[in-house]
């Protein structure tokens, strides 16, 4: 096994995991097999009880895991399914030491940092490294480590004091450390300065680890006077100093690495040059350049309560750019803050409450996503009743299909106080209620969590055409309360499809308007399973309703005539991915029955 350590220095947030993410596309695209850990320094044990003001959104995996976002990238970008193990947190290892001790593994040894703590977390390492992602029953020929935090962080040191020991513990040619450092430009001075990644790299040295890798983020790509005096003061070949200039789309970096020949300098530190082949990128390049250069916008309006910061979001945009790209869209979010819609915002801020139903009222469709607690979820529901009444194309996940049926109730059957008992416990129409699993004291790991089947109840649904009229579907949820079981026949008489159940045929899963262009919603986070190569089916939908387009998508012959009749294009999108047309005639296969996407030239 190789591994690759990606760690971070000068400041946050520069980009480690999307860069991790970028230097296994790269590995991959040479027909290496590889896998993914993230490292998070904080002393939860997961990421599932932490706000996503505090921390962005919080990444749900088959095996019911919650885990930071990065993972999110890694998957996307690598098209692999991790497990929780591959999220280790200080939480964790303290937890797994602590346990160990309590059993009497340390035969009466004082347990301390160092050796119990970092040989748990080389141990960890090594026994996750082998658990196959990519679903062949080997281990990966790489694994690329991301260290959360920045080198000098006190929460960090004793993940890097284990790093620098594993490092030689499987020896030299099968460790590389890149380090993704600051290279600022002063507005003042005008120029690239190199001084803090000094700094950093003499940090970094210090405690023990020697990066052989520097990625270099930058406004403007470094200048080689800067890459030589890099070279110089933090003792890396100048060939192994890359730069990761700022970019619009992020599925430029591999490209990035590529041209600078990031794929050779790691194959020469890992001794990986006999087995390396030429990346093979074509297609992900395809799809990077047709993202730039879409011009026809889709405005998508994401009404939640965390709209200021956009990783709280993050899967749900990847998805909705997924399935822009797929339908040949520029996507334009607009965030409406759930609040700002209601009438309370009407009276204490006029301007704030016009704004948000102007930015709602100019959209092609709506989408309302996950959230906790009961803060603008009038706003929510207002956002639904909005898109129901005019027909706007709608998708509402999680929260956001409970809302939807809180608001087909009040609405269509007139039940005023209908509500979830999470916002009013006591409201006479319980139209959500709480799992009956469910744990009312902890909060962690008690929800109803991972990939789960949805059957399909409703052949000639929306939704089941566009998963391909598949029997079920497994998706990921995340969720303590649920449509209450009690009031389905009533809302179904009213004319509220539930499309899917779960296996008991008692958890309604997704719900449909049957005489409404494209009003869907689903318990489960569809955004977890969406691909660059495959958009997710209901974010494809919601894309291709508010295009205009929706019966291309959900009918596949319809979709094969059109690519016929179309003057024989070159390229065609299926699926989501690029694929070349031999002679000019369109190569339309198809995945499960049905076709994502359409053509480009």
């Known amino acids: 096994m190789k591994y690759v350590l990606v ?92 346990a160990k001790e309590r059993k009497g593994d340390y035969l009466g040894k004082t347990v301390q940092v160092v050796p119990h703590v970092t040989d748990a977390i080389q141990d960890w390492i090594e026994r996750v490294a082998v658990i196959p992602v990519d679903g062949e029953e080997d281990p990966a020929d790489v694994c690329v480590i991301e260290l959360g935090g920045t080198i000098g962080d006190i929460e960090s040191a004793p993940f890097i004091e284990a790093l620098g020991q594993f490092s030689y513990r499987v020896g030299p040619g099968n460790f590389c450390l890149v380090h993704v450092s600051l290279v600022p430009v002063l507005n003042v001075v005008g120029e690239q300065k190199t001084k803090p990644t000094q700094h950093s790299v003499r940090g970094l040295r210090g405690l023990g680890l020697t990066p052989d890798i520097l990625a270099c983020r930058s406004t403007k790509a470094l200048e080689d006077n800067v890459k030589e005096k890099l070279a110089q003061f933090c003792h890396v070949p100048l060939e192994y100093i890359f730069t990761l200039y700022d970019i619009p789309n992020i599925w430029h970096i591999p490209l990035l690495l590529k041209e600078q020949k990031a794929h050779l300098a790691i194959s020469k530190v890992l001794n990986l040059a006999s087995i390396l082949k030429e990346p093979s990128l074509g297609e992900w390049t395809s799809r990077a350049e047709l993202c730039d250069n879409l011009h026809v916008p889709v405005r998508i309006a994401v009404v939640g309560k965390y709209t200021g910061l956009s990783d709280a979001y993050l ?22 803050p759930a609040c700002d819609l209601e009438k309370e915002t009407e009276k204490e801020n006029p301007d704030a409450y016009k704004a948000a139903w102007k930015l709602l009222k100019g959209v092609d469709g709506v989408l309302v996503p996950g959230g906790f607690g009961d803060r603008g979820v009038e706003g929510k529901i207002l956002a639904a009743k909005y898109a129901r009444e005019n027909k706007i194309p709608f998708l509402g996940i999680c929260l956001g299909m409970q809302i939807a049926v809180i608001e087909f109730a009040r609405s269509v059957l007139s039940l005023h106080d209908a509500n979830s008992t999470e916002f009013k416990p006591e409201t006479k129409h319980p139209c959500i209620i709480f799992m009956p699993e469910g744990s009312r004291t902890h909060m962690g790991g008690t929800m109803r969590l991972g990939s789960r089947k949805s059957f399909f109840n409703v052949k000639d649904s929306k939704s089941a055409k566009l998963y391909g009229n598949k029997t079920f579907v497994d998706e990921r949820h995340r969720h303590r309360y649920e449509v209450n079981p009690d009031m389905v026949e009533r809302l179904e008489k009213a004319g509220l499809s539930f499309a899917a159940k779960d296996e008991t045929g008692k958890r ?38 508010s295009c205009g387009e929706l019966d291309t998508v ?48």
């Open 7 to 98: 760690t971070g220095g000068v400041v946050s947030g520069l980009g480690k995991g999307v860069t991790a993410s970028s230097i296994g596309v790269l590995l991959k695209a040479c027909g290496l097999r590889v896998t993914s850990i993230k490292i998070d320094p904080y002393l939860n044990t997961d990421a599932g009880t932490m706000s996503p003001f505090e921390h962005g959104e919080v990444f749900v995996l088959d095996d019911g895991g919650e885990v930071d976002l990065d993972l999110g990238n890694y998957e996307r970008f690598l098209d692999i399914k991790l497990t929780r193990d591959n999220n280790i947190t200080t939480g964790k290892i303290y937890q797994h030491v602590i």
């Open 315 to 336: 899967s749900v945009l990847k998805a909705l750019l997924h399935a822009s790209v797929a339908c040949r869209k520029k996507l334009v979010v607009d965030w409406v």
């Open 508 to 545: 309604m899963e997704i719900i449909e308007l049957p005489n409404h262009p494209f009003f869907i919603g689903a318990q489960f986070h569809p955004e977890f399973k969406s691909r660059p190569g495959k958009a997710s089916p209901l974010f494809l939908g919601l894309i291709a309703a």
């Open 554 to 601: 959900m009918n596949p012959a319809a979709v094969h005539q059109h690519l016929i009749s179309s003057n024989c294009p070159k390229n065609v999108f299926v699926n989501g991915s690029l694929k070349k047309s031999p002679n000019g005639v369109a190569d339309v296969r198809y995945n499960n029955g049905y076709c994502n996407g359409l053509y480009t030239r």
